[in-house]
């Protein structure tokens, strides 16, 4: 499977985008699906994910009420809708997909269960 992720660009805080992660040679509902961030100089930090399935969510505390992740299988997509951006939440952001879906709910958040990471889109948040 292939992961195309797009939808970033140039905000105001307090503004909102709509990222798109896109698949290709797999079906989306049969993974865990994740987004996951890394600003500069800091580490890839996990944002939020969708169980395969029932999909069921789980978010970063950071971006809870924020952030809204879901997973639309006739497009074979997952969405990151971000309203109330802040500067903070700048970084390059990249789904990706956990397959077969061995992680449980609370390993959601753990990166290593992902092995497959689609291009990354850039989110820049101005002040």
């Known amino acids: 499977v292939q992961l195309q992720a797009s939808g970033g660009g140039l905000v105001q805080a307090g503004g909102s985008l709509r990222l798109s992660c896109a698949a290709s040679?797999?079906?989306?509902?049969?993974?865990?699906m994740g987004w996951f961030r890394q600003a500069p100089g800091k580490e890839r930090e996990f944002v939020a994910a969708?169980?395969?399935?029932?999909?069921?969510?789980y978010y970063e505390d950071s971006v809870k009420g924020r952030f809204t992740i879901s997973r639309v299988n006739a497009k074979n997509a997952v969405y990151l809708q971000m309203n109330n951006l802040k500067p903070e939440d700048t970084a390059v952001y990249y789904c990706?997909?956990?397959?077969?879906?061995?992680?449980?709910?609370?390993?959601?958040?753990?990166?290593?269960?992902?092995?497959?990471w689609g291009q990354g889109t850039q989110v820049t948040v101005s002040s």
């Open positions: 969708i169980r395969a399935g029932g999909g069921s969510t």
């Open positions: 990706a997909a956990d397959r077969p879906p061995v992680a449980i709910y609370s390993a959601l958040p753990d990166a290593r269960h992902y092995d497959v």
């Open positions: 040679g797999g079906t989306i509902g049969l993974y865990n």
